[in-house]
């Protein structure tokens, strides 16, 4: 028996922005750390398929006009314009088998609770648990569990799926988590049941 080992009926695995604006070398915010782990976040959606879990993929879309009267949050001011809606940017990636069964979140902010139908689709289909993987480690993965965490949900961070640009980005973030609201465990010690 692994040391994580995920009911199926109670587990999301969480799949955080694996798309081309961030994970293939034409996107906009292309990072080399992010197409790294495209190959070990497909093994986890494979092994969580295979055991009846749930997948839920967070999609980060920006609507073109979306900071034209902010006050203050304007990530199109601080990392340039991204995964723009409409645009190839947006997609996940073709690496992943998405499939109709899947819940896809967009989302317009790093955190993928805010604004969201996330908390109350997880509720609704009696989900506690979520494993998550995906990118960027101390940018939308980080925020995305630290508001799971605070919502009474259990976080647990795969370190080797999880992608960032520096690896003092990923160090930071998986300490931060593992210290304040979360779990951290590899690849390899995760199974679901």
Known sequence: MSEYTFD???????VVDV????CHPDGSLYA??????????AALVDDAREADATVVYTRDVHPPEQFEDSHYYDEFE?????VVEGTWETELVSELDVREEDHVV????????????????????GIDELVICGTLAN???????GSAGLRDFRPV??????GAIEDEHREYALDHAGW???????SDDVEFE
């Open 139 to 145: 940018v939308c993965v980080l925020h995305t569990a």
């Open 8 to 14: 199926s009926e109670r587990t999301a695995l969480v």
């Open 180 to 186: 304040l609201f979360g779990e951290v465990t590899t």
């Open 106 to 125: 967009v989302k317009h902010t790093y955190d993928a609770f805010h604004r969201t139908e996330l908390e109350g689709w997880l509720n609704a289909h």
């Open 19 to 22: 798309q081309n604006g961030f």
């Open 78 to 82: 601080r990392w340039g314009e991204h």
């Open 32 to 41: 080399p750390g992010s197409e790294a782990v495209v190959d070990d976040v």
């Open 157 to 162: 961070l795969v370190e080797d799926a999880i």
